[in-house]
Nanobody
Framework: QVQLVESGGGLVQPGGSLRLTCVVSGSIFRFFNMGWYRQGPGKQRELVAN???????NYVDSVKGRFTISRDNAKNTVYLQMNSLKPGDTAVYYCKAESVFKAIGYWGQGTHVTVSS
């Protein structure tokens, strides 16, 4: 059974930084494309950034230049480094693993990020 566990959320002031971590267990990590999503108050869940099994990354325009997604296949872990945080980044952040072999995805439980002074 594939499990994803996120951590690293919290309360941070505008302009601050956080690093989110998602650890995947139960399957071969390098065969997943990984993504970070977020759902702000009263908003739909949106893709923030993703990284393919080969390491290619993409970002939503609102976070380009501020967020960096990376993965460590040896540690079964994907990261989201978030810098220059804004109040608009406040959301629950979710990690998602998508198999490269079949149309199936797995979600983590989410981690809360609050950007406020």
């Amino acid at each position: 059974q594939v499990q994803l566990v996120e951590s690293g959320g919290g309360l941070v002031q505008p302009g601050g930084s956080l690093r989110l971590t998602c650890v995947v267990s139960g399957s071969i990590f390098r065969f997943f494309n990984m993504g970070w999503y977020r759902q702000g108050p009263g908003k739909q869940r949106e893709l923030v950034a993703n990284i393919t099994s080969g390491g290619s990354a993409n970002y939503v325009d609102s976070v380009k230049g501020r967020f960096t997604i990376s993965r460590d296949n040896a540690k079964n872990t994907v990261y989201l480094q978030m810098n220059s945080l804004k109040p608009g980044d406040t959301a629950v952040y979710y990690c998602k693993a998508e198999s490269v072999f079949k149309a199936i995805g797995y979600w983590g439980q989410g981690t809360h990020v609050t950007v406020s002074s």
